[in-house]
Each structure stands twice: as C-alpha cells, then as structure tokens.
C-alpha cells in the first residue's frame, strides 16, 4: 500500500506543486480545499478530496482517521488578512488545531511538515550578515508575526514535525510576484528608492520537493530550515533575468518611498470597500524595501540533503516559458 499525505491549501500556487512532487514520489495524495475552491487545473490529476473544518480538532482528526493520511503537508495559509488576529487566527490557529488532531492520532501518525516562511524571522539590517536558523526573530508584518506565532504554537505539541521557511517562492501560477513580470512586459521597471538590496528565491518545484523529502527523513523531527536557492541576488537581479528571456527593454523608475507609501494608503482605502487587501499595502513595504533577505541553507543541505535544483535564472526561464504557453503574459 502506498503512503498517503494530506496537502492542505492544495488547490493554491504551492499546493499544486506539492500534489505533482508528492504524486512523482510514488505518493497517494488528499487535497484538503474548501468547497467552493476552483480545482479544475488538479482534475488532470487522480487524487482523493476533502473539505475540512480547520476551525474544530475534532472534525480534523476525524477526516485524518477518514482519508487514512498518515502524513501532512500543511500548506494552508493567507497572506492578505485585515488585522494582526484575522492573520494568526488562519496561519497560527489552523495550523495548531491541524496538528493537535494529528497529535491525538497516536503513533499511527508518521509527520506534519509546516509550510512558513523566512518572515517569521525577518529581515536583516546589517549586508554584511546572513539569516540563520539561529537568528533572533523579529518579523516586520503582522503576516511573519503569524507565521511565527504557527511554529511556537506547533513547537507545544508532541506530533513529530518539521518546520520549512521558505524565502520568496516564484514559479508556474504564483501571483504576486507575477506583477512584475506583466510590468516589465509592457516596459516598466519600478522600484522602490535606490538603496542597494541583498534578496533570495526558492523555486517552487524545488520547495516541492524538499517539503516531500523532509516527510520521510528519520532524523528530522521536531526542528526547523530555512529554505532558498542557497544564493544572494541584488534587487535588479530578477528584472535583469526577465529582461533577458522576453527580450525586453525597460524604464527604470526609482519611486520614492513617501510616494509609494502614499499609494499603498490609498490601495488600502479602495481595496476595503471591496473587503481584500491589495497586494502593495503599507505593511508590506517593510518586506520590499527591508535591506537583507539573504538565507543559510547550509542546514537544511546537512541534515535533509537539499540541494537546490533550480537557482533564479534557470527557475525563471522555465516559469515565464510556462506564463507565455498559457498567455498570462
């Protein structure tokens, strides 16, 4: 009988990519979505379903018990929320009552790997330094701040499990970061000031993978890695890469940080009438202009044997080939 893993947020940027590395891996895999998710582009795909309530331990246990999931990749989480407890109810309680019915599930249950982030820890603001697994954490938005929140909480728990803090994740069907790509396409170039950036990437695939890996490494229980390409990118780095594969020539713009934090502002006040958030809100900026985003992997090459498939031009060049096959630019 094959192992079978729970993958919540499945029908998301990284949920799809978890279910292709889990189901390459010889895996049975349940997607966990709500209801009303858009799963069509996981329909080519032959995987189990299941509509949990992350708000009752005892409904997730039953639905673990259910699937027969002996495993799980928790992937579900927001990175638009209204207010400091909308984030943490959905990043850090989801993920405790995710784990706390795996908990009670016994020895039956093998491994949780959680899906955080490189913001619980936040950014640097010495060049000179780098983020460890040791780094003092102080996150810069209410978003690291749940993610943090997630693994204290987690850490309270005997499940066994492994915490992945994964930098910017870009690839196939990411949105965020997508942005830039369409503004380059039509010719822009924005920035935020001219004050020089050390910034880091995980290819999603590669996250996929390494996420897959850490659920059946006997001797990672329990612990925590963060997670990139393993390099240092300047914050040109990536336009010069996008540039270069749509054979596209750009203005740069270097907009200051009071005009930008000016139209945050109102992005906010336009967005709220609709009840979302905008991707560019004036918390965020603290992570786009914050100096130091560059990341150790060196123990997650140790003790989970990562190595990094992709570095940023070969993951860009295979993620915009796939945005232009499928007309997104």
């Known amino acids: ?25 010889g895996l049975d895999v349940c997607a966990a979505v709500r209801r009303n998710s858009d799963v069509r582009h996981l329909q080519v795909h032959n995987i189990q379903y299941c509509y949990p309530d992350f708000n009752d331990v005892e409904s997730l246990k039953n639905e673990l018990e259910k699937s027969g999931c002996q495993y799980i990749i928790h992937a579900l989480g927001t990175t638009k929320a209204g207010t400091q407890e909308d984030y943490n109810a959905i990043n850090a309680g989801y993920t405790y009552n995710i784990a ?3 908990e009670a599930l016994g020895p039956s249950f093998k491994k949780l790997v959680f899906i955080s982030s490189l913001a619980a820890l936040g950014p640097l603001s010495e060049a000179s330094e780098t983020i460890t697994e040791q780094t003092h954490p102080h996150p810069v938005t209410a978003y690291g701040k749940s993610k943090l929140l997630a693994e204290q909480q987690l850490a309270t728990l005997s499940v066994p499990y492994v915490v992945l803090r994964p930098t910017a994740v870009y690839g196939p069907r990411e949105k965020d970061i997508f942005i830039m790509f369409r503004t380059i396409k039509r010719g822009w170039e924005p920035y935020i000031g001219k004050k020089e950036q050390q910034l880091s990437f995980i290819y999603v695939k590669d996250l996929a993978v390494i996420a897959i890996n850490a659920l059946f490494n006997k001797s990672a229980s329990r612990d925590v890695f963060n997670v990139s390409d393993g390099k240092s990118y300047s914050r040109y780095q990536l336009a010069n890469s996008v540039k270069a594969f749509l054979h596209k020539k750009t203005t740069k713009i270097h907009l200051p940080y009071s005009v930008v934090k000016g139209l945050a502002f109102i992005l906010e006040k336009t967005y709220r009438f609709m009840n979302a958030v905008p991707a560019l809100n004036r918390e965020k900026l603290n ?37 232009k096959h499928n007309n997104w630019i």
């Open 100 to 102: 706390k019915a795996a």
């Open 1 to 25: 009988m094959k192992e079978k893993v729970l993958i919540t947020g499945a029908s998301g940027f990284i949920g799809f990519h978890l279910i292709e590395a889990a189901l390459e891996m």
């Open 287 to 323: 992570e786009l202009t914050a100096l130091n985003w560059h990341c150790s992997i060196e123990k997650a090459k140790r003790e989970l044997g990562f190595t990094p498939a992709y570095d940023l031009d070969e993951g860009l060049q295979e993620t915009l080939a796939w945005y």
